[in-house]
């Protein structure tokens, strides 16, 4: 040991031979870690959406066109865009989002809820839309609505896992629908071909709070986010949300 080494205090000592402690950085949250407190992975569900309001709810779809509509210009982009007035505040609602609550989630937010299980005496012309981002989904999602099915209103599955738009075609036009749940695409593609009615549409349902095994949800990728807002874009839907006359509600699940 140096002779000034030896000459100095115990205390000055130690804090020669030890170096400064680091210091400690405040980390802040990311914006995705901040979603991330809302993803119930046990459930599969993205609790977000049971918390946000009609403007929030338009806020956020706005950025997620911005996000993953890179490739639009700002007129294509606005017209994607949804104002708040055209969906439904549903935070009312205090239950779990789960496939097991749907039927009563559509319950409560009918007019006339015994109106669910019943179909318009033409073919192929439902009250409900149900939107999924995968056919799976939509498979899944069709069994959870099955108690509004019955021998005179259908609830029928209107999307391309493992059915062809011809076998689709066929059982609208030979059946009365009450439910239509289906994908973007496929939806637009039955529309499109007159075969899929809108005249007495009361309401479309986003299948929003679900996530997949990666924590994904309809609204977090590009291969389904930018169909469904081009789906719920369309004009017959756009000119009726929020219409006093003839209005089409559209709630995200």
């Given at each position: 040991?140096?002779?000034?080494?030896?000459?100095?205090?115990?205390?000055?000592?130690?804090?020669?031979?030890?170096?400064?402690?680091?210091?400690?950085?405040?980390?802040?949250?990311?914006?995705?870690?901040?979603?991330?407190?809302?993803?119930?992975?046990?459930l599969g569900l993205n609790t977000l959406f049971a918390k946000m309001d009609s403007q929030l709810l338009a806020?956020?779809?706005?950025?997620?066109?911005?996000?993953?509509?890179?490739?639009?210009?700002?007129?294509?982009?606005?017209?994607?865009?949804?104002?708040?007035?055209?969906?439904?505040?549903?935070?009312?609602?205090?239950?779990?989002?789960?496939?097991?609550?749907?039927?009563?989630?559509?319950?409560?937010?009918?007019?006339?809820?015994?109106?669910?299980?019943?179909?318009?005496?033409?073919?192929?012309?439902?009250?409900?839309?149900?939107?999924?981002?995968?056919?799976?989904?939509?498979?899944?999602?069709?069994?959870?609505?099955?108690?509004?099915?019955?021998?005179?209103?259908?609830?029928?599955?209107?999307?391309?896992?493992?059915?062809?738009?011809?076998?689709?075609?066929?059982?609208?036009?030979?059946?009365?629908?009450?439910?239509?749940?289906?994908?973007?695409?496929?939806?637009?593609?039955?529309?499109?071909?007159?075969?899929?009615?809108?005249?007495?549409?009361?309401?479309?349902?986003?299948?929003?709070?679900?996530?997949?095994?990666?924590?994904?949800?309809?609204?977090?990728m590009k291969d389904t986010v930018m169909p469904l807002a081009r789906f719920l874009a369309r004009k017959e839907?756009?000119?009726?949300?929020?219409?006093?006359?003839?209005?089409?509600?559209?709630?995200?699940?």
């Open positions: 040991m140096s002779e000034e080494k030896a000459k100095m205090p115990n205390s000055k000592k130690r804090a020669a031979e030890d170096p400064a402690p680091a210091k400690k950085t405040k980390k802040r949250k990311s914006k995705h870690a901040v979603e991330d407190e809302n993803l119930d992975a046990e806020d956020y779809h706005v950025q997620k066109l911005a996000r993953f509509g890179t490739d639009l210009s700002p007129v294509e982009l606005s017209d994607l865009a949804l104002s708040a007035a055209s969906i439904k505040d549903t935070t009312s609602w205090q239950k779990t989002r789960s496939l097991e609550n749907l039927p009563s989630f559509l319950e409560e937010f009918a007019e006339h809820p015994e109106s669910l299980s019943r179909a318009q005496k033409k073919n192929g012309m439902p009250h409900t839309i149900v939107v999924a981002g995968a056919g799976l989904r939509a498979a899944d999602l069709t069994r959870a609505l099955r108690k509004f099915s019955g021998k005179d209103s259908l609830v029928a599955k209107l999307f391309a896992k493992h059915m062809k738009v011809e076998e689709q075609v066929t059982l609208l036009k030979n059946k009365k629908i009450g439910v239509g749940v289906g994908t973007p695409a496929r939806l637009m593609e039955l529309i499109d071909n007159g075969s899929l009615s809108l005249d007495k549409l009361q309401r479309l349902v986003v299948d929003a709070s679900h996530i997949d095994q990666k924590k994904r949800g309809v609204m977090d839907f756009k000119d009726r949300y929020g219409d006093e006359k003839k209005p089409l509600d559209l709630l995200f699940y």
